[in-house]
């Protein structure tokens, strides 16, 4: 099982909600499901944050909540005893910090310059909030204050949107994003659920750009492989290419020159991040087959998933 922090690394979006009326708390944790984002954070902005971590740790049980604008110890206790299974502050605070660690329950404290990324070393924490992200200077001033602490991973909050998320997520010094662009006030306050789960669907699906890399076709032997690789490549002006069990018309059509998996192939899906669509993937019931997840430069590159789509496999595959 996977813990607090690195579910919400796979993830890679955690919305940040001031809730006013707690009777939405569930609905709202529900829409956020039903979106494919697994964790939300409470935030302690509003009087009714203590009832809406208690509903959803009540009602919820499969949605990861945490904690955010949390200031003080007092406040830390509070957020635990609701259920909430990590905290998050705006700026470190190491009382506060050492006393969640105390707890046993991870911490994210916020970051904003070199000084305070150092403070959270000393305290033993290597990811922290990065906040706030775009008033500070964005991502180019993250990766200015980020490099010379190589292990230190960032949740950069604050101005992130749809529009920023993916370049946020793919510099290699950010964890995960905090945001509110699917969670405003005033579609809580509304009730329009509905949009909510839209929004947060069209959000994962930005994060994971799942899209069609390639059709893999099974052939009898290699030499049928390249004749029919060959035809297709004349008939279609596109350049043919061979790899060590393949040939391709374009890099769209693949021919196997042997059986492989599929009865009749396999269907490659494209993603710019492999381990975060195998996660998401898994909370669809679909999972990893076991001994299929290769690795390309140290990072999770191919897997195949246990689905079958009339006769032909199906693999993820980084792009």
């Known amino acids: 099982m996977n813990s607090p922090l690195q579910t919400i690394g796979l993830t890679g979006i955690v919305p940040v909600v001031a809730i006013d009326d707690a009777t939405h708390a569930v609905p709202l944790a529900r829409a956020l499901l039903a979106g494919g984002i697994p ?7 509003t009087a009714a944050a203590k009832d809406a971590m208690q509903q959803i740790a009540a009602s919820v049980p499969d949605m990861l909540m945490g904690a955010g ?52 070393l000393e305290l033993g924490l290597n990811i922290v909030k990065f ?15 980020g490099a010379p602490y190589k292990g230190v991973k960032f949740i950069p909050t604050g101005g992130i949107d749809e529009g920023n998320l993916l370049s946020y ?15 405003k006030p005033e579609l809580i306050n509304a009730g329009r659920f509905d949009e909510i789960t839209a929004l947060s669907a069209k959000a994962v699906a930005t994060m994971l750009g ?3 890399a390639h059709v893999g076709i099974n052939c009898g032997s290699a030499g049928d492989a390249a004749d029919v690789a060959q035809r297709l490549a004349g008939l279609l002006h596109i ?8 040939h ?17 192939g396999h269907i490659a899906l494209g993603t710019h991040f492999l381990d975060r669509a195998i996660a998401y993937f898994e909370r669809q019931g679909v999972h990893v087959i076991s001994g299929t ?25 980084t792009q």
Not at 174 to 180: D, H, I, K, P, W
Not at 249 to 261: D, I, L, Q, T, W
Request: hydrophobic letters at 40%; charged letters at 20%.
């Open 39 to 45: 964790c939300i954070e409470i935030t302690f902005r």
């Open 69 to 120: 604008t949390v200031l003080t110890t007092e406040q830390a206790d509070t957020a635990i005893s609701c259920g909430a299974r990590y905290i998050v502050a705006p700026g470190l605070n190491r009382k506060v910090v050492e006393h969640c660690q105390k707890k046993g329950v991870p911490i994210t404290p916020g970051v904003a310059t070199p000084s305070d990324v150092e403070a959270a």
């Open 131 to 145: 906040f706030p992200a775009e008033p500070m200077g964005g991502l180019s001033y993250l990766n200015a204050i």
């Open 169 to 183: 997520l793919k510099s290699p010094r950010v964890f995960a994003c905090g945001g509110s662009w699917m969670v």
């Open 210 to 212: 799942l899209h069609l």
């Open 239 to 246: 350049p043919p290419r061979e790899t060590s069990s393949s």
């Open 248 to 264: 391709f018309a374009g890099n769209f059509v693949e021919f196997r020159k042997g059986p492989s998996r599929g009865t009749h």
């Open 293 to 317: 997840l290769e690795e390309q430069q140290g990072k999770p590159h191919v897997a195949y998933l246990d689905l079958d789509v009339a006769g032909f496999a199906v693999h993820l595959v």
